[in-house]
């Protein structure tokens, strides 16, 4: 919190929520070029798409320390965000993505950041009408009042559509610098940081896999059949084809680096298997396993495998690969896989 001691906005020290996108990059550079230091957070989770941000060397939290000198740290969500996956107040979008609850969790994780560092205000990159789940006028109000952020979170890309925050009410923040931006278009965004030698292009980072039809049904499915909930549960959910027969999980990988990613975060109790002799995928069971579930995830295996016959032997066990138990067995009937399909 800004103390009366603190009338100089070079005293100042913003924490921005970034995410590696243009719109938190604009919203720090808007409050740099009013002498303001700025300090990142980001938070970290399973469900970020992150990996294409990473990539791009003009789009992801390299480009704040490289362009900015801002200095980023990174917070994990903890399993206490999934409970919020499972049943947040303010409900789900079209899938399983709890956009307000989200924003609400992250601030309030973040004003406990606030407190370590010693930083004046939290600030986003929110833009009004942008999203339409979360960024619409009632729930950017909802979003401050539930996390305690009422009059003070300041969103300098929308900032001239919104009423003003105490910090400009005050003068600690110079309201005249700030924009009013609305809407999905990022053009106003861009033409700031390319003046300014950011950026040359913009390309779109970040993204939610709560947003995705398929991966909720995976996530519902875990959901159901996992009273306690772990993100380190979380990050398999993301490889391979899933398949839910009777109360056992199945998946199987779709490529070699997949293979590597299940046998890398499978559960120690988990049931390996593959094709005996032949190309093909790593399949992990997860759950109580009987001898039904054996020769339904035996047929799986070899029907994504190269096996050229209808029969062929598939070898399973808990460490790979001394796996040393064998299962001869029909390859599967497309009917049959998609009826347990995830």
Do not use: W
Request: contains cysteine; glycine residues 8%.
């Amino acid at each position: 919190m800004i103390t009366e001691t603190k009338k100089d906005r070079g005293s100042l020290t913003g924490l921005g929520l970034v995410s590696g996108g243009l719109d938190s990059l604009a919203s720090c550079l808007l409050l740099q070029l009013q002498g303001i230091e700025v300090i990142g957070l980001n938070f970290t989770s399973p469900f970020c798409l992150c990996d294409k941000a990473l990539r791009n060397s003009e789009c992801g939290l390299n480009v704040f320390d490289d362009k900015l000198g801002i200095k980023v740290y990174s917070i994990p969500k903890g399993d206490d965000y999934l409970e919020i996956v499972r049943n947040p107040k303010f409900g789900h979008g079209k899938n399983l993505n709890p956009c307000i609850d989200c924003r609400i969790y992250i601030l309030k994780k973040a004003q406990e950041f606030q407190k370590e560092i010693g930083a004046d205000f939290i600030f986003t990159g929110e833009v009004l009408n942008q999203r339409p789940k979360s960024q619409r006028l009632n729930a950017l109000k909802i979003v401050e009042e539930e996390s305690g952020l009422a009059e003070r979170l300041v969103r300098p890309l929308s900032a001239l559509h919104l009423k003003p925050t105490i910090y400009e009410k005050q003068g600690f923040i110079d309201r005249s610098k700030l924009m009013g931006i609305r809407g999905r278009s990022r053009k106003l965004q861009l033409e700031l940081v390319r003046k300014h030698g950011l950026l040359t292009d913009y390309y779109a980072c970040g993204g939610c896999l709560l947003t995705d039809a398929n991966f909720s049904n995976r996530m519902k499915d875990y959901f159901k059949f996992n009273k306690t909930s772990k993100m380190e549960d979380i990050h398999i959910l993301k490889y391979g084809r899933h398949f839910r027969y009777k109360n056992a999980k199945i998946i199987v990988g779709r490529d070699e680096n997949e293979n590597k990613m299940l046998l890398h975060l499978k559960n120690p109790d988990d049931l390996i298997m593959e094709a005996k002799d032949i190309a093909g995928p790593i399949t992990i069971i997860q759950g109580k396993i009987s001898e039904d579930i054996l020769d339904y995830a035996a047929a799986l295996t070899l029907r994504y495998s190269d096996l050229n016959e209808k029969k062929g032997t598939v070898v399973h066990g808990k460490k790979y690969p001394e796996m040393d138990k064998e299962i001869m067995i029909e390859t599967q009937n497309e009917e049959i896989i998609r009826k347990f399909f995830l």
